[in-house]
């Protein structure tokens, strides 16, 4: 799978420089990471033994700024899939029009299966061997799959220790408040969809209120985007996360969903709904439908079966391209990941240049900065769809890959 979310965003990559007829050579530098780190990660484990994971940290463009992206630990990942998301990073920032480039890195390791002592030994020793590459004018890592704000803290405390500095507060975002994090970062890619799902819905002739809402995922995306949606007056009728599924026509009552999954751990067996297959998740009928969980869960079968006239990807990759055309020629209207989940890295910008200015903004002004930041995105790329005549996605990597081909252009290649 893995393999294949980097094929997928060549695949893109190939089809946007078509569209907006790139420069050939810029169109050869795109396809290929600036800078692939592989790391040996030995581990002293509580039982004694030593432990040796495996770590990456790739860097895919740096022409618009430092590169940026999250830190995931996952037992299945691998180098391509971290190429694949360090790329997405890339045009995701572009589309923001944020001053970032593109990067990600992981672990490959179970941290469910780990204490808290020893998921701090790896998060401190993978912070070392990638230190020489990153930092707040290299490259700046956040939270992704398994991370959160507490792992932040030890990779900022483990430069500042190696570095012999006393403060390196713009090194890493997505940090605990009281050590420079901000009061906006958290929830920051659910109200990121929110908006894209309200402009996408006003740009349908379609009226938020009462309509349907499927959610694949309930973890630090689904979880809060269910209570967004139900704010702005939809109804949540389905929820799907690893645990199971569950179902209600008449619309999940999610402040009770919530006490659930915190007591259980899953949304399965929640009490005041039908329990479904997980997989029957993408065949619920709804209004929209938005993919909060891994990638790669929507290919041309499951495209077949979506009963829903919106997609909102707030997951990385979770369409491949098989599944594309078949959602075209369904007229099932989709804002892509990279545009509808790039909440996230704007509030990690935002907190980035708080951490740079040593002035920390007031929630209201960070709140009005991530919707005006998401609905500039929105109407550029929408606007580009328009232009162009073509979906969205191919509309958003266009957009993007002309803005990183301006930057690469102003550049030159060296030498």
């Not at 992704?144 to 390196?168: C, F, K, P, Y």
Request: hydrophobic share 45%.
């Amino acid at each position: 799978m893995a393999t294949e979310a980097w094929e997928a965003l060549l695949a893109r990559l190939d089809d946007a420089a078509s569209l907006i007829g790139l420069d050939p050579d810029i169109h050869a530098d795109l396809r290929v990471p600036n800078r692939i780190l592989e790391v040996a990660i030995p581990v002293r484990m509580d039982d004694g033994h030593l432990e040796v994971f495996t770590g990456w940290r790739v860097q895919h463009s740096t022409a618009r700024g430092p590169g940026k992206g999250g830190i995931r630990f996952h037992p299945q990942v691998d180098v391509d899939e971290i190429k694949a998301l360090a790329a997405d990073m890339t045009f995701k920032t572009a589309i923001a029009n944020l001053p970032f480039g593109g990067a990600k890195g992981g672990v490959r390791c179970d941290p469910t299966k780990m204490s808290i002592g020893e998921l701090e030994r790896v998060t401190r020793r993978y912070t070392v061997e990638i230190a020489p590459i990153i930092g707040p004018d290299l490259d700046v890592p956040a939270p992704d799959v398994n991370t959160d704000g507490r792992v932040m803290a030890w990779m900022m405390d483990t430069l500042e220790m190696i570095q012999g500095r006393h403060a390196v507060p713009g090194a890493v975002t997505g940090k605990p408040l009281s050590v420079g994090g901000t009061t906006g970062h958290a929830g920051a890619t659910s109200t990121g969809v929110v908006v894209c799902t309200r402009a996408a819905f006003s740009e349908m002739e379609v009226d938020i209120v009462g309509k349907r809402a499927v959610i694949q995922g309930f973890g630090k995306v689904g979880g809060p985007l269910a209570f967004l949606l139900k704010s702005a007056g939809m109804r949540v009728v389905a929820v799907a996360d690893v645990g199971g599924a569950i179902y209600n026509p008449g619309g999940l009552d999610v402040a009770a969903l919530s006490e659930h999954v915190t007591a259980t751990g899953s949304v399965a067996g929640f009490p005041i709904a039908d329990q479904i297959n997980a997989a029957e998740i993408f065949s619920v009928p709804t209004d929209l439908l938005v993919p909060a969980a891994l990638g790669g869960v929507i290919d041309a079968t499951v495209a077949e079966k979506i009963d829903a006239s919106l997609i909102v990807e707030a997951a990385n990759g979770p369409t491949m391209p098989d599944a594309d055309p078949v959602l075209e020629r369904r007229k099932i209207e989709v804002v892509p990941d990279i545009l509808a989940n790039s909440g996230g890295v704007t509030a990690s910008y935002f907190e980035w240049a708080q951490s740079r200015q040593g002035y920390l903004w007031d929630g209201e002004m960070f709140a009005n900065r991530l919707r005006d930041g998401m609905d500039n995105a929105f109407r550029s790329v929408w606007g580009k769809s328009q232009a162009l005549k073509v979906p969205m996605r191919r509309a958003a990597f266009a957009l993007a890959l002309e803005r990183v081909a301006e930057a690469i252009a102003a550049r030159g290649f060296f030498p």
